[in-house]
């Protein structure tokens, strides 16, 4: 199993690297996205600041008309009105062009909202994965480390059974000799007399008991 695991994490692309490439493409691209949401939102802004203009003149052309009316200049009313109704059709057309840009400019601020959440989402999980990845790292480290350390220990045993079996050689021999003793041949000589006489005084106390029965 630990043979597979170290040929699976060889066989992985450096996790550490990725996720740091990945940031790095993800700011890129927010960063060259920008200058297109900037534009759009600009393009809405210009838009709604032309139709708000237009609806002030729309305004005020029916103003010029009220007051015609009120000095009894009917034709000036009417072309003030026929001015208007141009104005106006311009606002129509300008209307329904700003409420696309507007939709399209929020559309746009919200994805590159969304995609500056997504890196820093990325960012935070970076630290967590590259945690994890060094915890492996470490793991597997302390697997070869333990690897090492029972051959060592095995070494030893053996080592320690190799001194076990010379001192016991070196026990026995001590043993041998005590057992043999290491006297003189003049000690051994009394020795054998005196084990010569206790031997033959049981002897002769068997032979004294024997008569008297």
Partial sequence: MTANVNDLID???EPERMIK????EMAENINQSKEGVIDA?????????????HRRQSEEWLKKAQ???????EELARSALARKNEIDNTVNNLKPA???AKATSERLKNQRHQLEAKLEEVKLKRSTLIARQRAAQARQHMHKTL?????????????DRMEDKVAYLEDRTAALAEVEGESSPLEKEFLQMEIDNDVEAELEALKAKM???
């Fill in 211 to 213: 008569q008297k029965k």
């Fill in 98 to 100: 700003w409420e696309t």
């Fill in 67 to 73: 007051t015609a009316l009120e000095a009894d200049k």
């Fill in 41 to 53: 939102v600009a393009s809405e802004k210009q838009l709604l600041r032309e139709l708000e203009n």
């Fill in 11 to 13: 066989r992985l692309e």
């Fill in 21 to 24: 490439q990945i940031i790095r």
């Fill in 147 to 159: 690897d090492k350390f029972q051959t060592g220990l095995d070494a030893q045993t053996r080592f």
